[in-house]
């Protein structure tokens, strides 16, 4: 028995070391899905039942007057613990504003995000992607454009918002808007696709604190860098 014992271990350690994988496995590979323009009466509240049944976080552009319309899905969107952001009062597009028309706008959507979602910094996202040098100078917070554009309002095709999603790469900025139940569908749909491929979706403030990152006011970002 003596004899036998180590070569008991010799051929488990062996037998273990064939288990392994030939190669390391993979870096995950990291997503932020955004949605503009809500929170939506009809869409948002099955978004955010099917992010919660998936353990998934991503980043809500609010329009100012929506949020004050519709409260409760606000302060649900905080309680479940996703990214809230700036996307105007009334979703003007603000290069067409003089930069005072435009800090007063953003402002005010600014103002009733602190008081119905809490004290906090509230990125901006500028509508259609408009915005001066000299307003963008002049805003307190980190601006973000997207890296990847679904093209959601336009299609309204689950089937190619998907496809968008899934062609993604790694610290990918993606653009979508939750006002529309095919781009709500096709996001469930790519998170559950994705997740089986080792992707992991985090918050717009994750992933530039996953690539060590500080974003700063006066800036427009697209993704972390
Ligand atoms: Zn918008």
């Not at 709500?184 to 491929?197: G, K, M, P, T």
Request: negative net charge.
């Amino acid at each position: 028995m003596k004899r036998i014992l180590p070569l008991l271990v010799l051929c488990l350690l062996l037998t273990g070391c064939m288990a392994l994988p030939a190669t390391a496995p993979a870096e995950p590979m990291y997503l932020a899905l955004t949605f503009d323009d809500g929170p939506s009466p009809q869409y948002t509240p099955r978004l955010l039942d099917g992010l919660k049944q998936r353990g998934v976080h991503a980043t809500f552009f609010l329009i100012g007057q929506q949020v004050q319309d519709y409260p409760e899905l606000v302060q649900r969107i905080r309680a479940e613990g996703h990214q809230i952001g700036n996307h105007t009062y009334d979703h003007a597009p603000l290069d067409r504003l003089s930069c005072g028309e435009a800090m007063a706008d953003l402002s005010r959507c600014d103002g009733v995000l602190q008081k119905l979602a809490g004290e906090g910094t509230y990125w901006v996202r500028p509508p259609y992607g408009f915005i001066t040098e000299e307003e963008l100078a002049a805003w307190s917070t980190p601006m973000l454009y997207w890296s990847v554009d679904t093209c959601d309002w336009e299609c309204r095709d689950v089937q190619k918002v998907f496809s968008a999603i899934c062609q993604a790469r790694d610290g990918d900025v993606i653009l979508l808007h939750d006002c529309y139940g095919t781009s709500v569908e096709a996001a469930l749909q790519a998170i559950d696709c994705l997740s089986e491929q080792g992707v992991e979706f985090v918050t717009v403030e994750e992933l530039f604190a996953l690539r060590g990152q500080t974003a700063e006011a006066g800036h427009l970002y697209r993704r972390p860098e």
